[in-house]
């Protein structure tokens, strides 16, 4: 069974930090892992998606690597600002299948 | 282009009560699935479906009832609410093609069963 674990639970840092959260899995045996957002009593919106044969994937400030054979992915935020502030979440699937299994989350604060 | 929509966004129910959760997605995906969310729990899935016709238990499944007659909808009953049952439902749809898909999430339904 898959499980996921996210590490810091919780970040705080002035604008500017460049940041890394972290995300690892017990079952490496996945064909995809994604990286989710979610402002306060919202929705869960799609940051990045990264296939299999991948290693990496970039969205502006926003760069997610995957390690299958450790079990670990990273998201790294560039120059955080405030609007960065939020939830991430990272949802790797239950083997080869599109049920998604998330951690528990970091919340972000990016303090001006 | 809505993507998946949900209804309603709040709703408050006695114990008891019974009622159904909307979930549509105008994006032509075969996999469907309903999430909750709970503080300390993460999102847990509930029931999910690989196409018209077909759904199948998630991880928390008691409680609720799920069908699914059209590639676009797939609503989530509760047949008798209970106080348990108060969280964040989220909706999700997704293409899930030889391993490689990407999952799509609506805005949610806060309920609160009194």
């Known amino acids: 069974k898959q499980e996921v674990t996210q590490i810091p639970a919780a970040l705080s840092v002035p604008e500017g930090e460049n940041l890394v959260l972290n995300c690892s899995f017990t079952?490496?045996?996945?064909?995809?892992l994604q990286w989710f957002r979610q402002d306060p009593g919202k929705g869960l919106t799609s940051l990045l998606l990264?296939?299999?044969?991948?290693r990496e994937q970039t969205s502006g400030r926003l760069n997610a690597s995957l390690d299958k054979s450790s079990g670990r992915s990273t998201l790294y935020i560039a120059a955080s600002q405030p609007g960065d502030s939020a939830t991430y979440l990272c949802?790797?699937?239950?083997?080869?299948?599109?049920?998604?299994?998330f951690g528990q989350g970091t919340t972000l604060q990016v303090k001006p | 282009n809505a993507g998946v929509t949900q209804t309603p966004k709040f709703q408050v129910l006695k114990t008891g009560q019974s009622m159904t959760l909307q979930c549509a997605q105008d994006?032509?995906?075969?996999?469907m699935s309903w999430y909750r969310q709970d503080p300390g729990m993460g999102l847990r899935l509930i029931h999910y479906?690989?196409?018209?016709?077909?759904?199948d238990q998630g991880e928390v499944p008691n409680g609720y009832n799920v069908s699914r007659s059209t590639t676009e909808d797939f609503p989530l009953r509760l047949l008798s609410a209970a106080p348990s049952q108060t969280s964040v439902y989220f909706c999700?749809?997704?293409?899930?093609?030889?391993?490689?898909?990407?999952?799509?999430f609506g805005q949610g339904t806060r309920l609160t069963v009194v």
């Open positions: 999700a749809s997704s293409y899930w093609t030889r391993g490689q898909g990407e999952a799509f």
């Open positions: 079952d490496s045996a996945i064909y995809n």
């Open positions: 990264i296939q299999s044969s991948q």
């Open positions: 949802a790797p699937p239950q083997g080869n299948t599109g049920k998604l299994i």
């Open positions: 994006m032509n995906h075969e996999y």
């Open positions: 479906s690989v196409g018209a016709g077909i759904t």
